[in-house]
């Protein structure tokens, strides 16, 4: 939502790994709604969160959409609502926690796949030669708001093998591939709206379908697992998942604000893209034609592998910028916690999780900042 044309100055500034940016009418905004609802004590379920959702659902160009408390929560719904206890779940390994952690909460077991190299998300290949008698789902990651070109063949195997296609969307709010949104393509949809994503409420998720069933079963589910918002029969293994009305009218807001908050993304990658054209060292994550991303990261592999830490220190110290967090530095199936389903080894993650960047993209991001980390980068891959 800015941008300026002044020359760059060797480490001007510091430029952070990440930032989040509520402009001050939209705050003013939040401020009135949540003083309205705090006035009428409408505080959770009401019809910020109503209109959250059909806004959300617009976006996606699902039928429904169903506010919850976090995306962890939003993935568990979906995993639970398709019934996946005591089952198989195929998952990558290059991911964030939650997502092999909802399918464990879930009752199932997490079978780690490899990464497509393209993409960094999973390969129809690998998902059908993971595919077992118990195979209950497979989950696909839109890592760093980047829908796989690949991602069509893997819905058509999940329609052939009759298996559910789960998208954990985390990081692609308004991502889309051939007119398709993410969060479209699979049977149920999870999005997160923690504070580091493309948009936030601060803390939350939602859950999207064009499935009506897995729809009644979110809002079942979300709510103790209730059968009714008003009577007290409880007909789910549900928990407190719902999303309070302050969260929904900050998340509102946000969505509102999409558009541009992509918008100044995209203009950040271009001149990232631009720059990286000329550097050996550093190689960006193609977006696919007929792709959108909303570049919630930029992706930049390094010919050679480096360590990294020492890589960050040094663009921080000498040159004020943070790099922002990875995605992922280390593939699941080597965190201790997932040990006992670990499998492996998945060669491509284990290279790749090591080998890539993540430039700092934010909205509110100036030409000036990108400039700066760009000639920072220059200094190692020029
Ligand atoms: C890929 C992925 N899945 C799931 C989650 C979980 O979302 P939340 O933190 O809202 O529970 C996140 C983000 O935190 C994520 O990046």
């Known amino acids: 939502m800015s941008a300026s044309n002044t020359p760059v100055s060797a480490a001007a500034r510091k430029i952070p790994a990440a930032r989040v940016q509520f402009l001050a009418e939209d705050r003013a905004w939040i401020v009135e709604k949540i003083d309205e609802v705090l006035a009428s ?80 998300a999973i390969r129809p290949e690998d998902v059908e030669r993971a595919l077992t008698a118990r195979t209950a789902a497979v989950v696909v990651v839109h890592i760093g708001g980047v829908v796989s070109e690949r991602l069509p063949e893997l819905v058509e195997l999940c329609r052939r093998k009759g298996i559910p296609l789960v998208e954990d969307a985390a990081h692609a709010h308004g991502s889309s591939y051939q007119g398709t949104m993410a969060g479209a393509f699979g049977l149920a949809a999870a999005f997160s709206f923690y504070p580091t994503k493309v948009m936030t409420s601060a803390e939350g998720g939602m859950l999207v379908t064009n499935d009506d069933r897995i729809a009644e079963e979110a809002v079942i589910y979300r709510d103790q697992g209730k059968a009714s918002f008003l009577v007290n029969a409880h007909t789910r293994m549900g928990h407190n998942w719902r999303m309070s009305e302050p969260h929904a009218i900050i998340g509102l807001r946000h969505l509102e604000r999409l558009p541009e908050m992509i ?120």
């Open 41 to 120: 004590g409408m505080l959770t379920l009401g019809r910020y969160g109503k209109e959250f959702e059909r806004r959300f659902a617009a976006l996606c160009g699902t039928k429904h959409a169903v506010s919850v408390g976090s995306g962890t929560a939003a993935l568990e719904i979906a995993l639970r609502a398709i019934g996946v206890e005591g089952k198989e779940v195929v998952v990558p390994t290059n991911t964030f926690f939650a997502t092999a952690a909802a399918v464990v909460h879930a009752g199932a077991r997490p079978v780690f796949i490899d990464m497509d190299p393209a993409s960094f």
């Open 263 to 382: 918008a100044d993304r995209q203009r950040i990658a271009a001149l990232y893209d631009d720059a990286l054209a000329g550097f050996r060292g550093l190689q960006p994550l193609r977006v696919p034609e007929g792709g959108v991303s909303n570049y919630y990261k930029y992706i930049a592999v390094m010919r050679e592998r480096r360590d990294r830490q020492e890589l960050k220190r040094r663009l921080r110290e000498g040159f004020g910028v943070s790099l922002s967090g990875e995605v992922y530095e280390e593939p699941l199936h080597k965190q201790p916690v997932f040990a006992s389903y670990a499998g492996g080894p998945l060669p491509v993650a284990e290279d790749l999780c090591a080998r890539h960047i993540c430039l700092p993209v934010y909205s509110g991001m100036e030409d000036d900042e990108a400039r700066q980390v760009i000639e920072a980068l220059a200094a190692f891959f020029g």
